[in-house]
Protein backbone atom coordinates (compact mmCIF):
# COMPACT_ATOMS: atom_id res chain seq x y z
CA UNK A 1 0.00 0.00 0.00
CA UNK A 2 0.74 3.59 -0.61
CA UNK A 3 2.36 5.94 2.29
CA UNK A 4 0.33 9.21 2.32
CA UNK A 5 1.01 12.60 3.32
CA UNK A 6 -1.60 14.90 4.70
CA UNK A 7 -1.35 18.37 5.96
CA UNK A 8 -2.02 17.70 9.77
CA UNK A 9 -5.03 20.54 9.55
CA UNK A 10 -6.34 23.14 7.34
CA UNK A 11 -9.09 25.87 7.57
CA UNK A 12 -11.21 27.33 5.45
CA UNK A 13 -14.41 29.81 5.14
CA UNK A 14 -17.82 28.61 4.70
CA UNK A 15 -19.24 28.63 1.31
CA UNK A 16 -15.63 28.91 -0.18
CA UNK A 17 -14.35 26.15 -2.49
CA UNK A 18 -11.62 23.53 0.00
CA UNK A 19 -8.54 22.27 -1.81
CA UNK A 20 -7.38 19.43 0.65
CA UNK A 21 -4.06 17.90 -0.71
CA UNK A 22 -2.63 14.59 -0.50
CA UNK A 23 0.85 13.18 -1.52
CA UNK A 24 1.91 9.58 -2.38
CA UNK A 25 4.96 9.09 -4.33
CA UNK A 26 5.06 5.64 -3.72
CA UNK A 27 1.76 4.68 -5.07
CA UNK A 28 1.80 1.73 -7.56
CA UNK A 29 -0.05 1.46 -10.64
CA UNK A 30 -2.87 -0.71 -9.45
CA UNK A 31 -3.49 1.36 -6.15
CA UNK A 32 -6.91 3.15 -6.02
CA UNK A 33 -6.80 6.45 -4.17
CA UNK A 34 -9.91 6.47 -1.82
CA UNK A 35 -10.82 9.33 0.37
CA UNK A 36 -12.94 8.83 3.72
CA UNK A 37 -13.81 11.28 6.32
CA UNK A 38 -15.27 11.66 9.91
CA UNK A 39 -17.36 13.26 11.44
CA UNK A 40 -17.12 13.92 15.02
CA UNK A 41 -18.51 11.20 16.81
CA UNK A 42 -19.31 9.09 13.67
CA UNK A 43 -17.28 6.36 11.80
CA UNK A 44 -15.65 7.20 8.79
CA UNK A 45 -17.79 7.56 6.15
CA UNK A 46 -16.82 6.98 1.95
CA UNK A 47 -15.88 10.44 0.06
CA UNK A 48 -14.86 9.43 -2.88
CA UNK A 49 -11.94 7.52 -5.10
CA UNK A 50 -10.57 6.96 -8.54
CA UNK A 51 -7.57 5.72 -10.41
CA UNK A 52 -6.32 8.02 -12.93
CA UNK A 53 -8.66 10.22 -14.36
CA UNK A 54 -10.24 12.95 -11.87
CA UNK A 55 -13.90 12.14 -10.24
CA UNK A 56 -17.09 13.54 -9.29
CA UNK A 57 -19.48 12.87 -7.50
CA UNK A 58 -22.33 14.87 -5.20
CA UNK A 59 -20.00 15.03 -2.05
CA UNK A 60 -16.48 15.81 -3.66
CA UNK A 61 -14.04 16.38 -6.89
CA UNK A 62 -11.11 14.16 -6.79
CA UNK A 63 -8.05 15.86 -8.62
CA UNK A 64 -5.65 12.89 -9.75
CA UNK A 65 -2.02 14.21 -10.90
CA UNK A 66 -0.74 13.29 -14.58
CA UNK A 67 2.13 11.16 -12.08
CA UNK A 68 -0.06 10.11 -9.51
CA UNK A 69 2.14 10.90 -6.96
CA UNK A 70 -0.67 13.59 -5.54
CA UNK A 71 -4.09 14.24 -5.71
CA UNK A 72 -6.58 16.75 -4.39
CA UNK A 73 -10.01 16.07 -2.54
CA UNK A 74 -12.26 19.46 -3.69
CA UNK A 75 -15.25 20.57 -2.04
CA UNK A 76 -16.89 22.78 -4.09
CA UNK A 77 -18.72 24.85 -1.38
CA UNK A 78 -17.70 24.14 2.49
CA UNK A 79 -20.45 24.48 5.31
CA UNK A 80 -19.96 23.61 8.59
CA UNK A 81 -21.26 20.06 8.29
CA UNK A 82 -17.68 19.14 6.54
CA UNK A 83 -16.11 20.18 9.31
CA UNK A 84 -14.57 16.65 9.71
CA UNK A 85 -11.38 14.59 9.36
CA UNK A 86 -10.48 13.69 5.81
CA UNK A 87 -8.33 10.22 5.33
CA UNK A 88 -6.37 9.84 2.08
CA UNK A 89 -5.49 6.38 1.46
CA UNK A 90 -3.74 4.33 -1.12
CA UNK A 91 -4.93 1.07 -1.78
CA UNK A 92 -5.19 -1.82 -4.32
CA UNK A 93 -6.71 -4.84 -1.92
CA UNK A 94 -8.25 -4.99 1.70
CA UNK A 95 -5.52 -3.42 3.65
CA UNK A 96 -7.06 0.11 3.60
CA UNK A 97 -5.06 1.91 5.82
CA UNK A 98 -6.18 4.74 7.82
CA UNK A 99 -3.13 7.82 8.10
CA UNK A 100 -3.80 10.60 10.78
CA UNK A 101 -5.98 12.45 7.99
CA UNK A 102 -6.28 16.61 8.10
CA UNK A 103 -8.79 17.93 10.62
CA UNK A 104 -10.63 20.38 8.35
CA UNK A 105 -12.05 23.31 10.48
CA UNK A 106 -14.72 25.27 9.00
CA UNK A 107 -15.01 29.04 9.97
CA UNK A 108 -18.44 30.52 9.90
CA UNK B 1 -31.38 0.25 4.84
CA UNK B 2 -30.39 0.66 7.95
CA UNK B 3 -26.79 0.76 7.83
CA UNK B 4 -24.14 -1.19 9.86
CA UNK B 5 -25.44 -1.44 13.50
CA UNK B 6 -23.05 -2.01 16.09
CA UNK B 7 -24.38 -2.54 19.87
CA UNK B 8 -23.65 -1.51 22.49
CA UNK B 9 -22.92 2.19 21.77
CA UNK B 10 -21.20 2.54 25.31
CA UNK B 11 -19.87 -0.23 27.22
CA UNK B 12 -18.45 0.44 30.23
CA UNK B 13 -16.17 -2.46 32.25
CA UNK B 14 -13.97 -3.74 34.63
CA UNK B 15 -10.74 -4.81 34.41
CA UNK B 16 -10.23 -8.69 33.87
CA UNK B 17 -14.03 -8.97 32.48
CA UNK B 18 -15.32 -10.65 29.58
CA UNK B 19 -16.68 -7.80 26.60
CA UNK B 20 -18.54 -8.99 23.38
CA UNK B 21 -19.41 -6.07 20.83
CA UNK B 22 -21.88 -6.88 18.08
CA UNK B 23 -22.17 -5.82 14.96
CA UNK B 24 -25.00 -6.17 12.08
CA UNK B 25 -23.61 -5.67 8.61
CA UNK B 26 -25.83 -4.28 6.07
CA UNK B 27 -27.59 -6.82 3.84
CA UNK B 28 -26.13 -8.19 1.10
CA UNK B 29 -22.90 -7.39 1.83
CA UNK B 30 -20.04 -10.28 1.80
CA UNK B 31 -17.21 -8.32 3.64
CA UNK B 32 -17.01 -7.32 7.42
CA UNK B 33 -14.21 -5.42 8.42
CA UNK B 34 -13.31 -4.86 12.88
CA UNK B 35 -11.27 -1.55 13.51
CA UNK B 36 -10.54 -0.08 16.87
CA UNK B 37 -9.62 3.65 16.98
CA UNK B 38 -7.57 5.43 19.66
CA UNK B 39 -5.73 8.68 19.98
CA UNK B 40 -2.10 7.50 19.92
CA UNK B 41 -2.81 4.46 17.16
CA UNK B 42 -5.45 6.01 15.15
CA UNK B 43 -7.68 3.81 13.04
CA UNK B 44 -6.13 0.30 13.33
CA UNK B 45 -7.71 -2.60 11.11
CA UNK B 46 -8.15 -6.03 13.30
CA UNK B 47 -9.59 -8.44 11.02
CA UNK B 48 -11.93 -8.88 8.19
CA UNK B 49 -14.33 -11.58 6.94
CA UNK B 50 -15.47 -12.79 3.76
CA UNK B 51 -18.19 -14.38 3.20
CA UNK B 52 -18.26 -15.47 6.69
CA UNK B 53 -14.82 -16.54 6.78
CA UNK B 54 -11.87 -14.63 9.00
CA UNK B 55 -9.42 -13.90 5.82
CA UNK B 56 -6.94 -11.80 7.69
CA UNK B 57 -6.79 -11.43 11.65
CA UNK B 58 -2.99 -10.19 11.63
CA UNK B 59 -4.13 -6.80 13.45
CA UNK B 60 -5.68 -8.76 15.94
CA UNK B 61 -3.62 -7.40 18.81
CA UNK B 62 -3.14 -10.31 21.52
CA UNK B 63 -5.30 -13.82 21.89
CA UNK B 64 -8.00 -11.94 24.36
CA UNK B 65 -9.44 -10.30 21.24
CA UNK B 66 -11.32 -12.82 19.38
CA UNK B 67 -13.84 -12.39 16.48
CA UNK B 68 -16.59 -14.59 14.73
CA UNK B 69 -18.87 -13.84 11.98
CA UNK B 70 -21.89 -17.25 12.76
CA UNK B 71 -24.03 -16.00 9.79
CA UNK B 72 -23.91 -13.21 7.35
CA UNK B 73 -26.20 -10.73 9.52
CA UNK B 74 -23.61 -10.63 12.93
CA UNK B 75 -20.58 -10.73 13.85
CA UNK B 76 -18.91 -10.69 17.19
CA UNK B 77 -15.54 -8.96 18.73
CA UNK B 78 -14.84 -10.63 22.28
CA UNK B 79 -12.10 -9.32 24.58
CA UNK B 80 -11.47 -11.67 27.04
CA UNK B 81 -9.84 -10.80 29.92
CA UNK B 82 -10.46 -7.15 28.77
CA UNK B 83 -7.38 -4.76 30.09
CA UNK B 84 -7.56 -0.86 30.63
CA UNK B 85 -5.62 -0.22 27.54
CA UNK B 86 -8.26 -1.59 25.44
CA UNK B 87 -10.25 1.47 25.72
CA UNK B 88 -11.04 2.75 22.46
CA UNK B 89 -13.67 3.00 20.14
CA UNK B 90 -14.28 -0.29 18.11
CA UNK B 91 -15.82 0.16 14.47
CA UNK B 92 -17.93 -2.25 12.57
CA UNK B 93 -17.97 -1.99 8.53
CA UNK B 94 -19.09 -4.16 5.86
CA UNK B 95 -18.73 -4.06 1.83
CA UNK B 96 -20.32 -5.25 -0.96
CA UNK B 97 -17.08 -7.14 -1.53
CA UNK B 98 -13.36 -6.72 -0.01
CA UNK B 99 -11.78 -4.35 -2.88
CA UNK B 100 -15.00 -1.63 -2.26
CA UNK B 101 -16.62 1.07 -0.34
CA UNK B 102 -16.89 0.01 2.99
CA UNK B 103 -19.96 1.49 5.29
CA UNK B 104 -18.90 2.03 8.84
CA UNK B 105 -20.99 1.61 12.15
CA UNK B 106 -21.23 4.21 14.88
CA UNK B 107 -18.96 2.30 16.71
CA UNK B 108 -18.80 1.23 20.38
CA UNK B 109 -17.53 3.06 22.97
CA UNK B 110 -15.33 0.67 25.46
CA UNK B 111 -13.94 2.25 28.84
CA UNK B 112 -12.23 -0.63 31.21
CA UNK B 113 -11.19 0.53 34.36
Known amino acids: DAKTTQPNSMESNEEEPVHLPCNHS???????IHWYRQLPSQGPEYVIH???SNVNNRMASLAIAEDRKSSTLILHRATLRDAAVYYC?????????FGKGTRLHILP | DAGVIQSPRHEVTEMGQEVTLRCKPI?????LFWYRQTMMRGLELLIYFNNNVPIDDSGMPEDRFSAKMPNASFSTLKIQPSEPRDSAVYFC???????????FGAGTRLSVL
Open chain 2, 93 to 103: ASSPWWGEIRY
Open chain 1, 50 to 52: GLT
Open chain 1, 26 to 32: TISGTDY
Open chain 2, 27 to 31: SGHNS
Open chain 1, 89 to 97: IGSYDDKII
